[in-house]
């Protein structure tokens, strides 16, 4: 077993995700405590440019394959598989986005390798694992550790800033040969859906109000609604919103709907689960109003207000357009 | 038309919907029905059912149901009780004809609006219909003035059991009303304990949006606790659960006298008057359904609107037994966007602006739904500043401190 | 013929506050009640809709942990065809390896050709049991899975899984398969009090015991509850104070003039 | 069980069926093998229709050469068939009173289909058992006396009297109001040949007034009745007109000179009378009264004018309430109906919108006499342009009276054929359904409809003067279902007509208890057999006609009361009646004195005697009733039909087979 920490890196499009300069940053602060190398995979069709961008990488194991063009994971499954075999990793991080979560468990089983979810933090102690997780949508911080490694960990989107993962260096580019035969991937890339156009783009949007379960029926949007006309904002909401068809999927942030950068993202009603703080933890500025104390919102917001959201949004409204008038 | 109407003929959904017809006692009654069209032509959302309810009924007669169950008929009777009240055949419209057609859709799971399942569920699992945790249902108390028992945590005999119900309890404006409520049994020296914890939903109208089961169960658990608590009588805060605690609960053994606090009041009012100072507004009342029409109290509100000294009462044109409903009765809190969606305008927001038409500047209210409907409608017809909706309770206790 | 096996999983209700057991290292499940988990809710919904499109036999499993029964009864009154409860010597919370492991062994005879679970759920400390699963099982898995469509055969499945912003993946497997489900096709279904009563009268959960071996080698050192706002300068007040000061934060930020 | 010194019974049972009532063949197989094993019956037959002339001679040969001393027969209600059963054992030689009848008629057949069972034979051994204990009764005749009474002098009432009168009988006429008349007088005109009411009424009421034969009493009421069939003897109240009709002429200067003015109940309270007045211009009799609540000379000793100015000297402020005592041989009732107030029923603005009538007070709008002289005005005193009328307002209807009240589909048509002619206005006709039964009303219907009246079928929801479009402004609208097209509707109109129920007079309990009568679920007086006695009540000798006993229309009501005409002079013509012989008696020996039974008896026929320090019953006032005998502390009463003996036979029977009733849970 090396003591190196492997990171796998994620692209969308040609694009890195935030979430692998995330790793990276955690990764750059682990693999010394480690005592090994930090160690980039990239994997992918046509993406070795890509590598560039990955300075704060040790070095970059660049696996090129027709196969590994499209989303499925079950073929970077296969390639990781063996790679991490071979190289035997003290730990591995993987995000916990739509290609993590479809990996980690796998590479759990295939290699025997402990791995530990939901991960906030992590550290390598006496040899040991060592991560804090956010539990029970928010309401638990577990501290938990794989004892003596090695490991693999699905890390939460947020736990570290994307900066410390940038770096301006190039890093060493290892290309390495797929050790298995991608031909036997039973899961086939058919294509992609786009979300369909013409709502409001709330990824460019300066202002957004969002609004979550708190709002309990579709007949209280309006109430919101009048706080975001009054703000010139547009709507945006949490998953259960949207899965009640009160909004759009359009509007939709977090890990499956849209990922925001406001100025100022104004989070009502939401109690701000993982997944959806994922979509909106960036945004310059966080104002959170929920009636329960304990809503981890709380967490990511810069200032929040523990009150009923029926009572301040109208007088919130009110306040504005005053000021406005 | 060849009418097929053999039992062969009938889709599991029609023949759900006609298996509870004729398990319950009434049932016969529908076939009473003279299609004089007086329902229809009453019914406040019988402009948007696709078949208002003397069409139902002749479809139902006719045996071909099954469009009539997927239509959005089912979901559109807010059960005001005019129908019912007004129907010379007295067929039970509200009671039973509505509940039968929802509960058979239920059964199948078929087309039942979202936003209800989940006031069902969290009524399941909760006890309430808001979802909210059943733990912190009596926080309120630590929120109000005044002591309160709770006896869940100090069971103790008392003379007042006080069902405070779930929007009362949780709901930050309805809450205010069980603040003032509180405040004036206090000073009225009544002897009162609340179930805190151990209150479950009443559950009125579950029962009238077909959840018989749920309803079932909630009277089964709350006939259990009731038992185990000493008490002369109950007051409630929601006229909903008066009407279950009146004309339901008793089906089922569950026999307790009880009363709406408008007439607990009514019946210390020459206690209560002396308490009482100036309030100058003009006020008009409005009739909630399960007060005044399904069970003929419209006096005891009133007594207290003008029992208050410089209160000047106007009524508005529809009163009493032929009051518009808020639209929030047999489930329509939880069916709004559905009944919305098809009737375009709110009978909430009708209303206010029928107590608009009064010159009133408060409009009265003694149900939960109404005063959270009525306070959204004046909001979204732009009343306000011209006329705030107050419970009876919140004007009897300002006017006591005043 | 489809069978269609949905794993559940209980998970304590967060409508009310977790409670932490004294050693600090679990929760203290006296007092906590549990719920089905959402997602497994969801993969339960679909497995229904599969049901009715194609005349499937669906069966739910889980182990015997937490209010499992309730749970299993309901998804009886729902519709499915089987309920079954696994016993064994696991624990009242066991891991998603072990239970992974404890399932795989129950599904050795028990005939499936689709596999549906909640992608993932609230406690899903050691991984998501979905993938584990497919993994003992060997079986192709695709997560975070809104859409799901059986050709006619049978032997294949076609499915939405959901990419970041709004984008969905088109993807093609082979059946048996494993799926994480991460919403139905429609939100799960209401099911009458009546109904969950007339199956705890009529119908039957069948019960079966397997081995637990073997676990996600995970140490939990210590479970806390979250900072209150931790990240947050809390506003305090009236609703009135509590909208002024947010104006004046916004004004100061040079977001509202 | 019969005991073994009792005397020897020969009892005949017939089992009677015929296809509609009793017992189907094979159960009348079984029965009458059950009944001829009983003791002391000598023969049991089926027998297909037992009522019939053959069925009867069966019966009758069977007393002859059988020597029959008792006759049980299982079939129909006694109610229906018990007097036919009786003559047939008069006629064969038997007393009347040993005849006996098992109801398995009511008791089984209609009432359950299939499986009878045990049921029938319980009632017929009962029925044995008891025959075998009844006592030959004596029925006795009293004479009658030919003088009858008519209570309202409507147009029900005036038909029976002058039919009575013209045959050479007293009537006596007893009326409420100053007038005879009734609510025909206020009608203006009848469906469906629209002749003038009045043009029809007013000869008949003429008639009365000079009836040699008829004893007038307006302005009374009956107070007390007592006696029976043949005998009746009445107290009637005669209110102070203040006005001696005897001296009074009827000139009308009193009245014109009265000072002051009071909303007329003839006019429904759209015009006005005097306090002195007639109720309308063609009064019978033309003798006005004096309102004593509201006249000034009662209220404060002054005015006088009438008095002052009245030539004949007719004016007397003195008179006083008098109790006249009548003697008659029958009562025919003829009380009328009064008109639902449909304030309850706020839906349709009755007394809160202006321009919203009731049919009665329309009639008197439309009528020549009537306070608008006959045009029809809305409240401004214009002329309507569209007018509203509503059926059923009260009728068919579970709320309020659950009957059809049969004449408002005909009148609401009258009306709008007088409407179109006097106004042009649009008539929307808002029905259920039309009910126009009767000779000449389906063209009247049809009439109408061709003269552009609207029918819009449809139960009217509410009239609201609400508008929310601008063609309602300053309207009544009339929100409807129109069923046929299955469409709601808002028909803006400037009059809503109301068509309430007839319902029972507001004295009907009253006069009830008065005459011993029973009603009907609905309230009024009840008939005693719908069918084939149409006329007569459960109280002999009291016949009731007209809408006292149910809504009719004029055309039905005279036929009635000329048909109880007939059947009061049928009895009385035939000089006497027979009497039950059904009745109780006192064992003296037993009777403590206690006069318990004094204030039960409803026929005032028990009296106590000081002499003997016990209470004697009267053949002749009791009726047989049986409160007494079940009052009685002393057990000292006891009533010849229905003695201990017999009862308690009757219950063994019924008992003889039962198996104890399964355990209620």
Known sequence: MSQDVFVLVEHLKGQLTDGTFELLGIGREVAPQAGGRLVALLLGRDVRGLAEQLGAADVVLYVEDERLGDSVPEAYRRVLAGLLQEQSPKLTLLPTSSLGMDL????????????????????????????????????????????????????????????????????????????????????????LIEPPPGDVDITRQEILVSVGRGVQREENLPIVQELADALGAALSSSRPVVDQQWLPPTRQVGKSGMTVKPRLYLAVGISGAPEHVEGMRDSDLIVAINSDARAPIFNVAHYGAVADLFEVVPKLAEAVKNRGA | MVQTASREARGPLTQAFFDRIAAVAEGEKLKACIQCGICSGSCPLGFAMQYPPRRLIASL??????????????????????????????????????????????????????????????????????????????????????????????????????????????????????????????????????????ERCVGDSQRLVGENGLFEMLVEENGKTLDRFQFRQIIVTDPHAYNALKNEYPKYGVNYPVQHYTQYLASRLEELRPMLGELNHT??????????????????????????????FVEMERNRENGLCCGGGGGGMWLDSFAYEYAKERLSEKRVREAARTGADVMAVCCPNDLLRFEDAVKVVGLEGKLVVKDIIELIDEARKG | ?????????????????????????????????????????????????????????????????????????????????????????????????????????????????????????????????????????????????????????????TVLKELPGGVKAELELPLPAVLGIQAAEQPPRYVPVSRVRQAMRTATIEERSAAAEGNGHIRVRRISKPQVGAGAELLEGSSEDIAEQIVGILADRGILR | MVGATEQKRRIGVYICHCPTTVVDSADVDELREFASRLPSVVVARGCEAGCSERGQNVIKDDIRNLRLDRVVVAGCSPHTHESTFRRACRDAGLNPYLFQIANIGEQCSWAQRNGNGHKPKALLQAAVRRAYHLEPLQSREVPVNPNVLVIGGGIAGIQAALRLADSGHKVYLVEREPSIGGRMMQLDKVFPTLEDSSYILSPKMTAVACHPYIQLMTYSEVVDVAGRVGNFRLKVRRKPHYVDESKCTGCGVCVANCPLKRPSEFDLGLGKRKIIYTSFSQAVPNIPVIDRDRCLYFDRG????????????????????????????????????????????????????????????????????????????????????????????????????????????????????????????????????????????????????????????GEVAEVTDQAITAEERGKLTVVAEDTLLGRRIRIPVDMVILCPAMTPRRDTEEMARLLGLARGADGFFLERQPKVEPTATSSNGVFVVGCAQGPRDITDTIAQASAAAAEVLAMINGGKVEIEATSAAVDESLCSGCKVCLALCPYDAISFIEDKKACQISDVECKGCGVCVAGCPAGAISANQFTDKQILAEIEGLLADAKPPPLAV
């Not at chain 1, 890093?171 to 390495?176: D, F, I, Q, S, W």
């Not at chain 4, 030539?311 to 006249?324: G, L, N, S, V, W």
């Not at chain 4, 059926?391 to 408002?408: E, I, K, L, P, Q």
């Open chain 1, 104 to 191: 980690a468990g796998a590479l759990s089983v295939e290699l025997n390798l402990p791995m530990i979810a939901f991960c906030k933090q992590l550290a390598v102690q006496d040899g040991s694992i060592v991560a804090t997780c956010e539990l029970y949508g928010g309401r638990a911080v577990v501290e938990a550790e794989i004892p003596e490694g090695p490991g693999l960990a699905l890390v939460l989107p947020g736990a570290c800033p994307a900066d410390k993962g940038r770096s301006e260096g190039a890093p060493a580019v290892e290309e390495v040969k797929p050790s298995v035969d991608l031909a036997e991937v039973r899961v086939r890339f058919k294509g």
């Open chain 2, 61 to 198: 007669r006719a045996g071909v149901m099954e469009q009539v169950l997927q239509s959005n008929t089912p979901w559109l009777c807010v059960a005001c009780y005019t129908c019912t009240a007004r129907c010379p055949s007295a067929v039970g419209i509200t009671d039973m004809l509505f509940p039968a057609m929802r509960e058979a859709l239920l059964m199948q799971g078929v087309g039942v609006p979202g936003e209800l399942q989940t006031a069902l569920e969290n009524t399941f699992r909760h006890g309430n219909p808001l979802g909210e945790p059943p733990s912190k249902r009596a926080d309120w108390i630590q929120e109000v003035d005044v002591p309160v028992t709770d006896l869940s945590a100090d069971p103790r005999e008392v003379d007042i059991l006080w069902l405070v119900e779930c929007y009362p309890a949780y709901h930050v404006r309805a809450k205010e009303t069980v603040k003032a409520l509180a405040r004036t049994l206090h000073a009225l020296g009544a002897d009162f304990g609340v179930l805190g914890q151990e």
């Open chain 2, 283 to 312: 006020i008009t009342f409005h009739d909630p359904c399960y007060l005044g029409r399904r069970n003929g109290e419209y006096e005891a509100p009133r007594q207290l609107i003008q029992a208050i000294p410089g209160v000047t």
């Open chain 3, 1 to 157: 013929m489809l069978d269609i096996v949905v794993p559940i999983k209980q998970v304590p209700d967060l409508v009310e506050e977790l409670e932490i057991d004294p050693s600090g290292t679990a929760l203290g499940l006296e007092r906590t009640r549990f719920v089905v988990n959402e997602l497994d809710d969801h993969a339960l919904e679909q497995a229904l809709l599969l049901k009715e499109k194609h005349q499937a036999q669906v069966s739910v499993i889980a182990l015997d942990v937490g209010d499992v029964e309730e749970t299993l009864f309901m998804a009886l009154a729902k519709g499915v065809d089987q309920a079954i409860k696994i016993s064994g010597d696991f624990g009242p919370a066991p891991d998603n390896h072990t239970t992974a492991r404890v399932l795989k062994d129950v599904l050795g005879g028990l005939s499936h050709n689709l596999i549906l679970t909640g992608v993932q759920a609230i406690d899903d400390l050691d991984g998501q049991l979905g993938i584990l699963l497919s993994s003992y099982l060997d079986l192709p898995y695709v997560g975070l899975v809104s859409g799901v469509q059986i050709d006619e055969g049978g032997s294949k499945a």
């Open chain 4, 302 to 457: 002054t005015c006088r004018v009438c008095e002052r100015l009245c030539e004949h000297r007719a004016i007397d402020f003195d008179q006083q309430e008098r109790i006249e005592d009548i003697e008659v041989g029958a009562i025919i009732v003829a009380t009328g109906y009064d008109l639902f107030d449909p304030s309850p029923m706020s839906r349709y603005g009755y007394k809160q919108l202006g321009n919203v009538l009731t049919s009665l007070e329309f009639e008197r709008m439309c009528s020549a006499t009537g306070p608008t002289g006959g045009a029809i005005r809305l409240n401004d005193g214009s002329a309507p342009e569209s007018v509203a009328i509503i059926h059923c307002v009260g009728s068919r209807d579970r709320n309020y009276f659950d009957y059809c009240s049969r004449v408002c589909c005909m009148y609401a048509l009258k009306y709008s054929l007088l409407t179109r002619e006097r106004t042009n206005a649009d008539v929307f006709q808002f029905y259920i359904d039309m009910h126009c039964c009767g000779k000449g009303s389906e063209e009247f219907y049809r009439h109408a409809s061709e003269r552009g009246s609207k029918f819009v079928r």
